[in-house]
Structures are given as C-alpha cells and as structure tokens.
C-alpha cells in the first residue's frame, strides 16, 4: 500500500470528505472538461460532454487565414517557425511522440529512445515537405485553445499545428498511431472526442506504435526499447481527472483556487482572497531548511514558483514518505494546497502548519 498523504493514522478519502472535496471532486469528474496541456491548467468555462463529444469527434477546423514559415521540424511534435521576426519553439498540445535516436545516456525511461520514435521524425520532416508548401515554401498555421496563448515552462508556445488545408496535424498523429493521446497535464480544450476516437481507431487497428510489432527486435538476441503504455495511460488518465476536477472548481462563481503554473491567476486571486485559498499542483522537489523546516516547491515557472512551507515544530505531523510518493510516476501527482497565499522575491509562499492543509487532488491511476 502507497503512503497517504493524511496524519499517519487517517485515511486520505476520509480527510477528502471531512474538507468537501469529496463532492467537489465528483462534480469535476463528471464535468470531463478539458486543460490546455503541460504549464497551462488554467480555467476555461466548461461544456457538457453530452453535448458536445457528437461534435469534437468529428471536428475539422478552417483553414487557417494566417501562416508562418517553418524553420525546422525537431521531431513529431517540436516544430519551429518565424513569427513577428523571431523564431518560435511550437510544443504540440495533447500528442507525445516517442523520441529519436540520439546516443545519450540519461534517457527517461518512459520516455525512451526508439527507432519508431526516429522513423516519425524522419516521417515528421517529409510530411512537412509534402503537405505544408505554399508558393513553395513550408508554412502552417497556429491554434491556441480558447485563442489564447500560452506557453510551458520552457516557453515553448502550447498549440495545434494547421496545415494551409485546415488539417489538425495533433490530431493526425494520434489517427496514425504516430503519438497517444497525451493528456497528462490535461484533456484536450480543443477535441478531446475526436482524439479519444482517433486513439480507439489507431489502436484498433494496431498502426503505429499500437502494433505489437513496433519497436520489437528482429530476433531473440537484439535488444528493444519499448514505452510502457499500458501503464502510462491509466497514469495520463488518473491526472486529467484531477484537472478535471480543478477547473470545475476554478469555473465556479466566487472561485477561491488557483493552479501553482499559473502565477498571474495565483496573483489576482491573492489580491483578491480576504482568506485562505487552495492551490493546485504538483510536488517538483523537497528541501529540508536549516532551521528544521521543510519546504515543498511546486512544478510551475521558477522566478514565480510556489512553495508551501513547513515549519520546524510542524514537520513531525506530516508523513514524509507520503509527500515524496506523490512525486512518483503511476501515482496520482496532483495535490490540493490551503492556506494564505503570499508573495515575495522568489514567487508564492504558502505556510502549512496541519497535514489537512494537504490533500489529494484526484483519483489514483486505474481507480484505484
């Protein structure tokens, strides 16, 4: 059994029911809204996913009335271009492809280096050659969820990539099996049914990397690379509930909550919040101060980072081992943070004095 995150004789769900999340939580799963993607899990009105699943899975977009020159194609979902005189590092919403070949030695194993990954880069730059030329040169045009930009933490601009024609190129790479549907920072704002339906076709058909095939040596001797998705699915899926979850709440009139990668959301909120607030995010590193304390900094722009205090006296009521889980892959990694908000040189600072002040954000992977 994985730690939790309560005093360590209380169970997380009932500490959930005791703060009201429980109901909140429910409501925002069922809401099924959608998140921008990684560095972005701001609030956005939700739709009824009734209403519009019937329309997203056949979504095809208009032909883009504004293009830009490509620069370069990095790999299958890392595509430059020139925009307003500079070059612009696209980060493809919702897909992931796997990555090339390269030699290096400090790969992420979930996210390894596979000659499937390398044939898609390949794939990448004919496709572009081929289907992006206008007067002879490669362009395409950009989509931003809720025609807002945004970018991640590595300033990266969030979008969908538009061929001249309309064609959603995120969401064919997910038709051709060439990417999963990657919605681990969040379900898709723009179509998350048609990429939930581009994925059960692609991998009802076993193309790309849904073919048992993929990535398999030609014999018992040569090595192998494969992504686990049948765990990393179930793990994508798990964390879009939590954000899920958080924008249901963020949506509601008279919101109190903020998402720790959106400082100018956290800004607003504290200067408008009379109370305490809760913050939305996920555990990137634990330091223990000098004084006794400990110190929780959160995933989000380092110059205005959020970081939940600990303080000495206080330290020995929260289950460290819990704390260091939720930093885990194939756990759920998003956390709720309540407490007054605060603002210095370094970004946010929030003062946790009681393990209630921090809780679960969303189910585990698979339900569990």
């Known amino acids: 059994m994985p730690p939790t995150l309560d005093a360590p004789h209380d169970r997380l769900s009932r500490l959930a029911q005791a703060s009201g999340l429980a109901a909140a939580l429910l409501a925002g799963l069922l809401a099924a809204c959608a998140s921008p993607g990684p560095g972005a899990l701001h609030a956005t009105a939700l739709q009824d996913p009734a209403a519009t ?3 997203e899975s056949a979504w095809a977009p208009a032909a883009p009335t504004e293009l830009f020159d490509v620069v370069r194609v990095v790999d299958g979902d890392t595509i430059h271009i020139q925009r307003a005189g500079q070059v612009e590092k696209l980060r493809l919403l919702n897909v992931d492809t796997e990555e090339k070949l390269s030699g290096r030695s400090d790969v992420d194993p979930l996210k390894p280096e596979t000659v499937f990954g390398q044939q898609c880069a390949d794939w990448a730059v004919e496709f572009f050659a081929e289907h992006s030329l ?27 990539v538009l061929l001249p024609d309309g064609t959603d190129f995120n969401l064919l790479l997910i038709e051709r099996g060439k990417s999963p549907y990657f919605n681990k920072y969040g379900n898709s704002l723009v179509c998350d049914a048609a990429m939930r339906a581009a994925q059960t076709r692609a991998r ?26 049948a765990e990393l699915l179930p793990w994508w899926d798990a964390r879009a509930a939590a954000v899920d979850a958080y924008r249901a709440r963020a949506a509601a009139v008279d919101s109190a909550v903020g998402a720790a990668d959106d ?19 996920a555990i990137d590193r634990i330091f223990d101060e ?6 929780l900094l959160l995933r989000g722009d380092r110059s205005r980072a959020v970081r939940a205090r600990i303080a000495a006296d206080a330290v020995s009521k929260f289950d460290r081992d819990a704390l260091e889980h939720s930093r885990e892959s194939f756990t759920q990694n998003f956390l709720w943070f309540r407490g007054k908000l605060r603002t210095d040189r370094s970004g946010f600072d929030m003062v946790i004095e009681d393990p209630a002040q921090i809780h679960s954000a969303g189910p585990e992977p698979g339900g569990a």
């Not at 000098?290 to 110190?295: C, K, Q």
């Open 204 to 229: 009802a058909a076993r193309i790309g990397i849904w073919n048992p095939a993929t990535n398999r040596a030609a014999n018992e001797a040569g090595p192998e690379v494969l992504r686990p998705y």
């Open 134 to 160: 206008v007067d002879g040169v490669q362009r395409v045009g950009l989509l931003f969820p809720g025609g807002v930009e945004r970018r991640d933490v590595y300033g990266r601009l969030l979008c969908h």
């Open 290 to 295: 000098d004084d006794g304390g400990v110190t």
């Open 53 to 55: 699943a019937a329309a």
């Open 263 to 281: 400082p100018d959301g956290l800004e607003a909120l504290r200067q408008r919040a009379t109370a305490e607030v809760e913050v939305f995010g």
